[in-house]
């Protein structure tokens, strides 16, 4: 358990905009900062970062939070775990427990993966630096590759010794147990039920999570049997997701983002030598073919990626179309190919980095019109075949979700190809009008009729939303002074709790709030907006963040560019916080008033009902003191 005081610490240091800006490229609009939500796929933002409350929230799926819910939810992380996170970024000492492996097994399995995939991590770098076997071929290796040691101690590569279980051993003496040991995909079982290291005499690349942590490897093998498979990766577990995770990015994401690029390379050396010349916004694939979950996770950083390619021609054939996905995701493409079947990272070690970097700027040519030329190339003067590229081209031009970007493609092309630029603009609004098409036609679902419907809740709608405009108030406002009516030495908060007690909440989560406010207001204590977001019931910090978050912000200059003025409504905080109050208080006369009148209409006995009459008139100049100030006109 982290203690109270270094809790506060922490929450104090984290500055919204910098925890959230570690996975997210945040980019000024008014007084928020906005981005791609990291939670849902999406092409336009809306996703807020409100530096000035310490909030994010995104009005496309909903997620709001402060930056332990942020980490909470990105990274699937428990609170300790989040505090943790902000703790190790703003270099603040959290006091750490020593586990006994009793209690390491006791643990989350989710963390018990992460703690033996970290040891994992640590043995193939001690065996690498610190053993015989090591040196001679681990690091050879490397060496002989042209790696130099800070790389290899950054990126934190290492050796597995050819031994059947070598690490095995040493985590089970350790404590850690066989069960997380397989599953996290360090060990296999053979058919005698025996495990045994999956990595065993081969140079290790750890993979890294977006946030550092080791989540699985890569192992190259240094055999020259033909037998034995040239890379072994680890498999899916509950921490480790092929799809959704690219190589080198825990180290290139503030290069990306400043760079506003993302150079993609096939492999794992090829990341190391690109990152060793100089060029650290630099990513791969993990051994797997391209996904649109890496796409969008380059994307929350820049719109241009720049793919680095080998000269291989069928390689790089087989891999155009599966590159649509990129143009899809609304991003820019760029390609480089390197010569005489070079890739980046033999091209840097026989050139060197001032002639790497020099091609990378001079051989850069956009993806469709590389595309192009590479399979008109192909097609030679095959009428058939050429009539296959043109489709093929237009296809890809259609997935660009910005139709000016894709009409100067659509020129270009039609340059290469040598055909009408009609007939492309034919063929593409043919493609996008077939996209547009609905599988079916679905049949309104019929209203039914006025006396059927449940207008009950209608009445319960208005009620929650008047409701949750107290809350509002009390989040945004609470800790300003009242200054009208004579009254100086109050503050709002407590005016609000005095004026609604002899009003019920009926919606749970308001309640809680005005619970929590009028107690901590009764020991003379005053609840900030924080306490809430910052609550251990979810529910409570969910709807504190969406009640002080908007995704309408007036720009600086509104008023000098529209001439329209719009009235602020603090400019007048009596009418505001009494209209909130005297809203509410209607809703809930008018209820009593109908409970009354049923009661009257059920009444058998004359002396009840008068008492009932009576009681009624009186609620009824309640209900008229009320429509006074808010300016209603009353008819009966």
Known sequence: MIPKETVDKILEAARIEEVVGDFVHLKKRGTSLIGLCPFHNEATPSFHVSVSKGIYKCFG??????????????EKASYPEALRYIANKYNIEVEEVVQSPERQEADQRRESLYVITARAGKFFQDTMWNSDEGKTIGLGYFRERGFRDEVLKKFELGYSPDSWDAFIETALKEGYKENFIEEAGLAIRNDKGRLYDRFRARVLFPIHSFTGRIIGFGGRTLKTDKKVPKYVNSPESEIYHKSDVLYGLYFAKKAIRDADNCYLVEGYADVLSVHQAGIENVVASSGTSLTSGQVRLIGRFTKNITILYDG?????????RGLDMILEEGLNV??????????????VHKLGNAAFKSHIEKNQKDFI??????????AGNDPIKRAGVIREVVESIAKIPDSIKASVFVRECSSLMQIDERSLITELNKLRQGKLKTPRHEEPVPLPPPDEMDFGSEVRAVEQLQEREIVRLLLNYGHELVH?????DTYIAPYVISNMADVSFEDPVCKAIIDEYASRIEQGELPTVQDFIQSQDQRVADLAVSLISSPYVLSDNWYEKRKIYVKNETENMRATILGGIFHLKKRKVDDILKSIRDEIQNEKDEDNQMILMQRYLRVKEVEKGINNFLGSVVVK
């Open 369 to 378: 019109l590389f595309k192009t030329s590479v399979l008109l190339k192909d």
């Open 61 to 74: 799926c909903g997620k709001g939070g402060d930056s332990t819910r942020f980490i909470m939810d990105h």
């Open 312 to 320: 291989d021609a069928a390689g790089i054939k087989a891999s155009l």
């Open 334 to 347: 760029r390609v480089v190919l390197f010569p005489d079947g070079h890739d980046p990272d033999s091209y």
């Open 484 to 488: 009208w009516d004579g009254i100086t």
